[in-house]
């Protein structure tokens, strides 16, 4: 042998039973750990995020709370302002006094106007606004900045607001004297005493000042720079019902900036979701897109707590990065895991120390057990001193031997016991096959009438049959189910289709038919067996069918519609002697088909115990006909189609059988 290609002998079993078990218990204490550190980690990552929430929204609140005390003074000075100014719309002179008023009583207001409509008062011209502007603490300027070149009457704001109908905070802007300034303003319509608007008066502040009401950065107040990223720091932001910022850490944002434009200008479709989230509600926390995803502002991972400012239809939102909530999570996640994997490790070592000791017997135990299934029998197996399982089993397999040869010899004779029955039922299987039509087209020579039929048995051999011949020019036809199923049932529609074979020879008349049938069935039926049959004599050169049914399903009749051929409830044949029964008749139309059917089909079941039903059968009938394809052929092949997905795979428990006869009508 070459010895470059030499292998060593691999041993059959190279892993024990011990090692394997060591190994499955060890998978199953895995899973389980693995399982409930999910649920903790899973539950901790929960409680992180509510409580994350909880406090986000604690200290918006806070926040919140000093932005609308200013707010609200702002507006109360405003409206409080509003009965003086009507009460002396008829002395102008006294206009930029009461501006200087209001700005002098109010630290947060930066500047107010009052601004008239066009040569309101003729001696001031068409521009009149009488403005006060706070400069320091304690110098106020007042002028009128009323001028063609300062042309407000045709402005947005102004337009705007001579249509409304109180006051209300307008869009921000910058000042526009030193265009520099941002400011926001509190406008409120002046009516005069025929309630006509004549004056906007508007109150500005500038955004920083809101800004100094709100400590921009949550416990860092350093400012804002370049380097700055939404990772590092949390913190606040005010937007307008435009999503224009007022207040952001970064100053070029303000009024610049459109937290809608944003959120467009990116591919993910987090931040579309929380902007979305904070203009439609009221208040509330959003910390992720869905389950898998969370909010992404500037690239990064956050956490927004947002509420509506009272009196204005502004939003403040509180921006935290998950930066700091990661690090704490993973920190005692960690820890955890860690000691979960060392518990891991030392029940692995112990535990594959024990199961060995205690599974060595099973391999002394396993070679006899090799020996054994060779066929040597009397091979010695070996003692073991534990009185326990291992024990049981050495007595069982000792129990086995001596049993085996037995075995063996019986499974002999019944094999081949079994295989002998198996070759008797395929020939009676093939003789019972052989006594149904199974050329079709049966007539091929005939244009009159076109038959199919086919019978798929539950067992190697069943009892439904059907049959069919042409005497006189007429056909006749049966179609029946014996009861029960196997052997008793085939012998005894053996018999039936003979008798229904040699009375139909002599007899034309399907009443007669079937009673003579029934007599020479109920004669010495000692096993009480009967069959429902369905027998009928069709003139081929008229189209009319006599037909007589004994107990059995309907047939259909698919021509100018589908719908049940009216059946008389006459008994199955051998039950009762001398019984008389009732035959039928109706006139065909050509191209009418006959569908035949036993109750293998309607009551064909499904894994849930669901039939077929008649339902089914008229609903594939109805399709056919539609498109005029209801020859036998295709009625029979898509019945047994529809028959067969609903079952889908269960279990056949009656035989099914099918015959469909289409009579075309005499051809000119």
Known sequence: ???????????????????????????????????????????????????????????????ANGVEKVLTEVCVATVNAVPYIEDNLQRPDRMQGIMKRIVEQNPHIRSCGLSFVDNYYPQKGHWFCPYAQRRDSDQIEVMNIGSQQENYLKAEWFQEALKAQEGYWAKPFFDGLDHQTPLVSYLMPIRDERDSTVAVLGVDITLESLASEISLFFYNDRPYDEKWSAEQRAYYFIVDSTG??????????????????????????????????????????????????????????????????????????????????NILFYVVAGL?????????????????????????????????????????????????KSRDEIHQLRDSFENMQQSLTRYVDELRDTTAQKAAMESELKIAHDIQMSMLPKTFPPYPERDDIDIYGTLTPAKAVGGDLFDFYIRDNQLFFCIG????????????????????????????????????????????????????LFTGVLDLATGHLCYCNAGHNAPLLVGRDVGELPCQPNLPLGIMGEFQFEAQEVDLDPDTTI??????????????????????????????????????????????????????????????????????????
């Open 1 to 63: 042998m070459n010895i470059f290609f030499w292998k060593k002998n691999q041993k059959p079993y190279p892993r024990s039973f011990a090692k394997r078990l060591t190994w499955r218990i060890m998978l199953t204490l895995f899973i389980v750990m693995g399982f409930t550190s999910v649920i903790i980690v899973s539950i901790g990552w929960i409680m992180t995020v509510v409580a994350g929430g909880a406090l986000m929204k604690f200290h918006l609140d806070n926040q």
């Open 244 to 325: 224009t910022f007022l207040v952001h850490p970064n100053e070029k944002y303000l009024i610049r900036q459109n937290l809608f434009d944003m959120a467009k200008q990116t591919a993910d479709v987090s931040d579309d979701y929380a902007v979305d989230k904070i203009f439609h509600d009221e208040s509330g926390y959003v910390y992720g897109y869905d389950a898998f995803n969370s909010v992404k502002i500037d690239s990064s991972e956050v956490a927004i707590a947002y509420k509506s400012i009272e009196h204005t239809p502004w939003k403040m939102g509180f921006v935290f990065p998950y930066y700091y909530v």
């Open 336 to 384: 955890f895991l860690f000691f979960i994997l060392l518990g891991l490790l030392v029940v692995f070592f112990v535990g594959r120390r024990s199961i060995k000791k205690t599974s060595a017997p099973l391999r002394q135990l396993a070679v006899s057990a090799d020996e054994v299934a060779k066929g040597n029998f009397e091979t010695h197996l070996p003692n073991i």
């Open 481 to 532: 189910d014996v009861s029960g199923k196997g052997i008793p049932a085939s012998m005894f529609m053996a018999v039936t289709r003979s008798l229904f074979r040699n009375i139909s020879a002599h007899v034309a008349y399907p009443e007669r038919i079937a009673y003579s049938l029934n007599n020479a069935l109920t004669e010495g039926n000692e096993t009480n067996m009967f069959v429902t």
């Open 595 to 668: 569908f035949l059917f036993t109750d293998g089909l309607n009551e064909a079941e499904n894994a849930f115990h669901e039939q077929f039903g008649d339902e089914r059968i008229a609903k594939v009938a109805n399709r056919l006909l539609a498109t005029h394809e209801h020859q036998p052929i295709n009625i029979t092949y898509e019945m047994y189609q529809a028959v067969h997905n609903f079952v889908n795979g269960a279990e056949q428990s009656d035989d099914l059988t099918m015959l469909a006869i289409q009579y075309k009508g005499v051809r000119s």
